[in-house]
């Protein structure tokens, strides 16, 4: 949840609360108001309840193949597992990939570019997996060239009306 979500449940429980004591001349106030904040609970964990799905890249579970081979060497951004690579597309010349990387016992998912035709070093950029409604990544290259990648149950609609365009399932390239 983020700080929108939390001031939205602050107000609506604020309004209940006040309809209560706007209320409390009548007999069956206390009820109204308990009715109101067990609505208030019910809404919230209706929406934000345990059956929100977890984000997943279902890209890093498929079978390794000689595309997803990474030439580059990531040494510098510690702990990238390149065998867990996966080849998501070309950009402007660049092969980018998905990988992961062990943060003190935590899986977290990194976005890997490595420059291809184009010159310059390889990139990385890093992140855990939030929600299912948020990036993972988005990167900028020196150009200002964004990529940006997204799990499996990302709403991509917005993204492309917004006219950022698809390069893979997951991953996205921003307006040029």
Not at 28 to 41: K, P, Y
Not at 81 to 93: H, I, V
Not at 145 to 174: C, H, M
Request: proline share 3%; with cysteine.
């Amino acid at each position: 949840m983020n700080i929108i979500d939390y001031l939205i449940i602050a107000v609506f429980l604020a309004a209940a609360m006040v309809l209560a004591f706007a209320v409390s001349r009548f007999r069956n106030a206390r009820w109204l108001g308990l009715g109101l904040a067990v609505l208030a609970v019910g809404l919230a964990v209706f929406q934000y309840g345990p059956w929100e799905t977890s984000p997943t890249l279902k890209v890093l579970e498929k079978t390794a193949t000689a595309e997803d081979a990474v030439s580059a060497i990531y040494a510098l951004y510690g702990g990238i597992d390149t065998e867990s690579a996966r080849y998501l597309g070309t950009r402007s010349g660049s092969k980018v990939f998905v990988a992961t990387r062990d943060a003190n016992g935590e899986e977290i998912i990194c976005l890997l570019i490595e420059a291809g035709d184009a010159q310059g070093p390889p990139m990385a950029g890093c992140a855990g997996m939030v929600s299912a409604h948020d990036p993972i990544v988005t990167m900028s290259d020196q150009a200002g060239r964004e990529l940006t990648l997204v799990p499996d149950q990302y709403d991509t609609n917005e993204l492309q009306a917004a006219g950022w365009t698809k390069i893979s399932d997951n991953l996205f390239r921003g307006r040029q």
